[in-house]
T-cell receptor, first 112, second 117 residues
Framework: KAGVTQTPRYLIKTRGQQVTLSCSPI?????VSWYQQTPGQGLQFLFE???????NKGNFPGRFSGRQFSNSRSEMNVSTLELGDSALYLC???????????FGAGSRLTVL | AQSVTQLDSQVPVFEEAPVELRCNYS??????LFWYVQYPNQGLQLLLK??????LVKGINGFEAEFNKSQTSFHLRKPSVHISDTAEYFC???????????????FGKGTLLTVNP
């Protein structure tokens, strides 16, 4: 069974640009969550999607957005990038009622 | 709002020694508790979880943790560590009723376990 796949694994952007990150969950998992990991703030919850609906959202500015498609794949977008957006972005999926998240390897974003 | 405190940011130990990584959480409501491990340049791997039932939980790679509701703690232990256990360990908690979703985790800052030969 394939795990959670995140693309791209590494990317470099400059301030003011926007970025889109992709996440393919484990087959059959309908919930996808996104987390930001930085050395200073640690792991912080961004948002969670289930059946194409955002169910939960963390305390991030509106520049951070996401969506989920009918096949459960998810994307997150960050617009008007700032230096502080440099981070490892982790996606996780879960099956209904399992109460356990399986994480992907992450997308490491560097903003110059 | 939930908060998770991992009391030690770094724990150095020698190979084959026992180790305990400490974790306390803030809320007294019913919670789910987790320990994840992160190796360099990788995502998070689930070590073990407490959802209900026995307060002593056994996980992968010989790790175990004990849920203590009165002390709001969920400390991780291993009786004998190996070099390969060197990694960062994260404690996480979710409320059983978090806005209709059990999938919002609050993480601690992490404990870097370094196992020396």
């Amino acid at each position: 069974k394939a795990g959670v796949t995140q693309t791209p694994r590494y990317l470099i952007k400059t301030r003011g640009q926007q970025v889109t990150l992709s996440c393919s969950p484990i087959s059959g998992h309908r919930s996808v969550s996104w987390y930001q990991q930085t050395p200073g703030q640690g792991l912080q919850f961004l948002f969670e999607y289930f059946s194409e609906t955002q169910r939960n959202k963390g305390n991030f500015p509106g520049r951070f957005s996401g969506r989920q498609f009918s096949n459960s794949r998810s994307e997150m977008n960050v617009s008007t990038l700032e230096l502080g957006d440099s981070a490892l972005y982790l996606c996780a999926s879960s099956s209904t009622g399992a109460n356990v998240l399986t994480f992907g390897a992450g997308s490491r974003l560097t903003v110059l | 709002a939930q908060s998770v405190t991992q009391l030690d940011s770094q724990v150095p130990v020698f190979e084959e020694a026992p180790v305990e990584l400490r974790c306390n959480y803030s809320s007294s409501v019913s919670v789910y508790l987790f320990w994840y491990v992160q190796y360099p340049n990788q995502g998070l791997q689930l070590l073990l979880k407490y959802l209900s039932g026995s307060t002593l939980v056994k996980g992968i790679n010989g790790f175990e943790a004990e849920f203590n509701k009165s002390q709001t703690s969920f400390h991780l232990r291993k009786p004998s560590v190996h070099i390969s256990d060197t990694a960062e360990y994260f404690c996480a908690v979710s409320d059983r009723d978090s806005g209709g979703s059990n999938y919002k985790l609050t993480f601690g800052k992490g404990t870097l376990l370094t196992v020396n030969p």
